[in-house]
């Protein structure tokens, strides 16, 4: 059964059957608002052989899809498969489905343009012109879901809506805008003392250290192991001195062992997922056996939420929260399955063929289908198969984990990283893109993830800096940490066992390259978090594909250059070797800006058009769009070490261009109470001549640090105009 | 110890111990002729801890370092590490770092410029600036090779010199430059039927289609399944009245079977490779058990290639030798050695991070080093280790192959690609590039790949077109067929379980695409096959580089464009959902040709500079470049269908252009003996007008049947000067 409603401004919503409740929009609909339809707007309905539903939309020729967020493919995502089910999945191959995120929010963009949003929480199959290059086919598992369409041409309108929709997306804290350096794993207090010691010692910015599943009792999660780090609270706190936060892993996994308090007590007040017969289900991950808790059940997610207190009171300000697809790497029945596979070969040599039967077994042995339709929640009394909802275990736990930190500290932010998420987790929580390799393939996907994810809310996001799996080469940490320096979340991680790519582990060329760039970042921080801000209130993305800004045919085309904020275009260098890049500039005049020093500038006015840009190994193509600002500080140890009480305005001004400064604490909610402060900058160009405004607008709750606007405008012709001026 | 000599024109020797006589070059060296030496030019020495040989050699930042033949990486292989040791690798991504041949000759070009190639048939680890930026540092396992250095600056003059070395390379028949259909598999003479009537009934030119492993009766090596192909003979002769050849598959592996007339013999006769204990070596691949036959020993490959006979007397004209590594799916020490692992956690569900020990076990019981180690061949009657003669496999099964050919018809050319080779291997045989996929990135890597291979000698070669493993979507095969229209071997080629991939496998639209582009394929063959011959001739790459033909620094950069002969310029589109491409136009005008069908001329005259080339899904950019002429003809359902009396010469001639059109009978080897033609075209203009010249060069021989040319000459103002002369 379908039932049609309206929302919002141009957005309508067509109901299959009684949908579950997933917590991703923010608006709970009254069945009796809903009228009966037969027909969805723009899409055939279908129903499949297993009741699936099937909805197909003819695609124009030229038509381009955007959207799923978190997957791989193009930022145009025809012409491939997807599967929207959340998957730890280690090796990104381009064939891959599914990763670990449920984003089903798209934009269809050509002859007749819209946007749409599945809420459903289990899998979702996309064709997006694979098998046939003209057809949108969607399969969506059951008829128990809400589609909501967003009509309307404009796509900054679409997601504006989407956003409206779902809800504003999460601010971390300032210092979440520095960088970050994480490994897996930093084993010891030693260790990260040294880490933290050789990022100040080497006179290279840094935030945050991470630690790994190494920093528990035989990862066992809420535990400390005391023989690695004796005086938890005191490494907090000496960190906290030097300016790095400590940001811990949790794992949803609790191991099963008896006596261990939380195994205890999840236990016995019946918090974890049940097996069809109500024991406990198990699956095998890090710590071995383990229980999964039932994060569908309200009273389960504050027991959950709470559990971090006991972190957080040492001091720690951070988590990021691992493996919640859920990641199983076998149950018992996957592995009996293995075994009977392997016995009909195991003393027979000639198999040929057959051998391959093994190699499968042990490949699918993890994160199986049938393992996740073994288990059940607990949804108000009723009993849910967790493959049903399996794409909201990790949107749940998140959940779990924001509302601890907003009972404890109900007006301080909290950083939150997630590896699943789903629809509508930006509300309270970032992602990380999960395990990528130290492939220059993957630095691609990085740009095209990061324009995916910013469409549906992810704003505050990154891929592991430099790649998890396998080794980097010097260069490649350095195009990617130039790279980064343009992503919100700034880190760089490693995996076990591969070759170390903190900053300094390099030779000292590549050591001052890195340090040049990780400063510019941190001096471009001022720029960076009012941009985020301005963004976040606005709900359109902070990072932008070319397409959304520029309506020229060639814009559709590029997929890995991307807007930074409004004022500049960014340009990565992703290939090996490369002394250059094509880069093709829309619509206006661009000042060329191949950085690395944050106080060096290396500027040529480029007209529109495509160019062969040269570029050297310590520079990265960024554009400055014209008649656009930016604001830059100086760089500092760490966010927020010293108070910034003077801003450089660069602008590239040939006619009128301005600015809107903001900033608050960095720290607590209360800029939703107006504690913040905006400084309103104007550049006009009259007669080559500049002038030059400056307000600041402020209440007695937040008043601006910043005394000083030194200004450095340039022209087309090559003029650069100089002035500062100080501030009331 | 080293010792030293001098060959060639600037080429020295420098022989370390006693090395293995490879084959791969056409020089047998007197130990007499050289003189010890303490010194490499160019290289440090050192002795390892294994008395593994290290040379190493201080890379310049901009030093450029070309070669490895068939590797993954760049064209400039900077900045990653490198194997050569053959392996049968199904999934290329872009860590791996051996493929399935191997090609030790490399060119640094830079603030010194010189070549080198290291005559050592066993692993030789190539570590290019990865570990650290500035050093090439290259692991030869044992002190017993031959070091060629070719002291001169100049790339092009390095590989001729390396092919005087090395040898001419291979010349297949002419229809080996049609297109080829491959599948595994067309499982019986009904499917390959189908196939064919296919392709003619579609009108879609096509001269071979090939046999996968299920064509034989139990995977064993030289039988036919006479269910499934009842009249073997029948199928090829009737394959070959329709223009086709077919082209079975050949595996090394020889099935344990009682009875199996080749295992018989092969037993009997010691000809296969032996265990320390004098044992024949046991390995299961497609058959099962079987034993691999001591390609090494001259009377194994007399009679080995001998075998091919059978098939070759059933009209058979060509084939194709896969496994060769060789690839072994596992051995009994490789299944014991999973098993113990297996055991210690099969009933333990509490293994957590163990588990991915059982998992690696799996994923490297193929093909292990271990097991190259437990068998060895007789070197004239010297035992010696496969481990140490490994990557001479593929070529000794080859060169067998060829020996036998040129028994059993000496002066007719024979088809043949192997999918495993060494340095000199592209004297007698082709190689394709192995198990790619349908990934749009493999494409990018057959760009490169075809480059690199072009420099050591394998002119003839190509990837597997659609992409072998996983499932093509329209429009890759699209991209891929019109890629594959400038390189030589033009195959289609997918795995069991893939979605299929002919020409006319998906919708009309598709279809019709892929024809128009075989058939402007088959209309350029005078001009690929002209040009391939004169390649041959001169020694100097048919598809190379930008970097060898233009001389600025952009043209160093540009690593997915490449000159097809020497008049066109290749920008193939290979991403996804792609409405053009940026392409660079090094030092002279180009006339743009988006190629769709050989009858239409989409051109625009373009000056050297950066561009974004628009490009429809129906087009491929090709530029030629000022002052070149290229032939075409008419397409035909197969390669000498018609007999060719006219040819088009299309030219963009501003100053000057000639073209030498070379012509021969295409099947056998008497080009050798002057039995070719010669016709040479001169197209000049002056005072805005164009004179020409054409004249035939021929001997009583070989007449050319060409009688008249059709010229079409582009001048850079956008006039086109038409006239036609008869021959003689």
Redesign the interface.
């Known amino acids: 059964m379908i039932k049609k409603g309206k929302l919002l401004n141009f957005t309508s919503i067509f109901r299959f059957g009684y949908p579950f409740h997933t917590n991703a929009t923010l608006i709970k609909l009254e069945e009796s608002n809903l009228m009966k339809t037969n027909t969805v707007k723009f899409f055939d309905v279908e129903i499949g052989d297993k009741s699936e539903i099937i909805l197909t939309y003819k695609l124009n ?1 030229k038509d ?1 899809v955007y959207g799923l967020g978190e997957n791989l ?2 930022l ?1 995502k ?3 498969k997807y599967r929207l089910f959340a998957n730890d999945d280690p ?1 990104h ?3 891959k489905e599914a990763l670990y995120g449920s984003h089903p929010f798209l934009i269809i963009d050509g002859k007749k343009s819209f946007g749409f949003f599945i809420d459903y929480p289990s899998e979702i199959l996309f064709d997006i ?2 098998t ?2 003209d057809t949108l086919k969607i399969t969506i598992l059951k008829a128990e879901f809400d589609l909501y369409i967003f009509d309307s041409e404009n796509k900054k309108d679409i997601i504006k809506e989407y956003l409206q929709l779902t809800g504003t997306p999460y601010i971390p804290p300032k210092w979440a805008f520095g960088f970050q350096q994480s490994r897996w794993s930093y084993y010891d207090s030693k260790a990260v003392q040294e880490v933290a010691n050789s990022f100040r010692k080497k006179d290279i910015p840094c935030d945050a250290i991470y630690l790994d599943i190494d920093y528990m009792d035989s ?1 066992k999660v809420f535990t400390v192991d005391d023989k690695k780090f004796p005086d938890f609270t005191n490494l907090v706190s000496q960190l906290k001195e030097d300016g790095f936060k400590l940001i811990p892993i949790i794992d949803p996994g609790v191991k099963v062992e008896e006596g261990y308090d939380i195994y205890e007590e999840g236990k016995d007040k019946g918090y974890f997922c049940k097996k069809q017969d109500g024991t406990d289900f ?1 699956g ?6 383990t229980n999964f808790p039932d994060f569908i059940n309200p009273e389960v997610r504050k027991w959950w939420g709470n559990l971090y207190k006991k972190i957080v009171d040492c001091g720690v300000e951070g988590f990021w929260n691992d493996m919640n697809e859920p990641a199983i ?2 149950t ?1 029945d996957g ?1 009996s399955g293995f ?1 009977e596979e ?1 016995e009909k070969i ?1 003393d027979n ?5 057959d ?1 391959f039967k ?2 499968d077994k ?2 699918g042995i993890s994160n199986r289908g049938e393992d996740y339709k073994n288990f059940y929640h607990n949804a108000n009394g009723k009993k849910i198969c967790h493959y049903d909802l399996h794409n909201l275990y990790g949107f749940n736990m998140c959940l779990a984990t924001s509302e601890g930190f907003k009972t404890f500290q109900p007006n301080k932010r909290y950083f939150l990283l997630s590896r699943s998420s789903y629809a509508g987790l930006h509300r309270f929580c970032a992602i990380w893109m999960g395990d990528n ?5 993957h630095m691609l996907g990085h740009i095209k993830m990061l324009i995916s994810l910013n469409m549906c809310g992810f704003f505050y996001t990154g891929a592991d800096v430099g790649g998890f799996g ?2 980097s ?4 940490v350095i195009r990617w940490m130039q790279l980064g320096a343009f992503t919100p979340l700034y880190r760089n991680h490693s995996a076990l066992g591969t070759r170390q790519q903190e900053p300094y582990a390099f ?1 000292s ?2 050591e001052d390259i890195i340090r040049n760039i990780i400063k510019f970042r941190y001096a471009l921080i001022p720029y960076i978090y009012s941009e985020f801000m301005r963004s976040v209130i606005e709900l359109s993305p902070f990072i932008s594909a070319l397409a959304f800004n520029f309506s020229d ?2 814009s ?2 590029i ?1 890995d250059q991307f807007m930074f904020g409004s004022s500049l275009m960014v340009c990565p260098i992703y ?6 890049r ?1 880069v ?1 500039l829309p619509d206006v005049k661009w000042l060329k800006w191949n950085v690395s020093k944050y106080d060096e500038r290396k500027f040529k006015v480029f007209n529109k058009g ?3 840009i ?1 570029t050297k190994l310590d520079e990265i193509p960024v554009f400055l769009k014209e008649n656009t600002l930016i604001l830059m500080g100086k760089p500092s140890n760490y966010v927020g070490e010293k108070e910034t009480k003077e801003l450089s305005v660069i602008g590239f001004v040939t006619d009128r261009a301005s600015f809107s400064y903001y900033d608050d604490d960095g720290i607590s909610n209360s800029y939703n109470d107006g504690k913040f402060s905006t400084i309103n900058i104007i550049v006009e160009k009259k007669d080559d001549k500049y002038k030059i405004h400056a307000k600041v607008e402020e209440t007695d709750n937040f008043k601006t640090k910043i005394k000083k606007l030194k200004f450095e405008i340039y022209d087309d012709k090559g003029n650069i105009f100089i002035k500062s001026i100080d501030l009331k």
């Open positions: 020729k381009i493919g193009g145009n025809r012409g491939k090796l191959t381009p064939e012109g694979f046939d290059f990862y198990i095998t991950v890090w710590p071995g056996q790497f076998f018992p592995l075994k392997y195991k040599p000639n198999v040929g063929f051998f093994i190699k042990v490949l390799q130290s492939w220059w393939e396998g080794n080469s010097p260069e490649m030779d060329d590549t045919d060639t559709k085309n997929e290939t090996p070797n490369t002394r250059g094509f093709y495509s160019y062969f040269d």
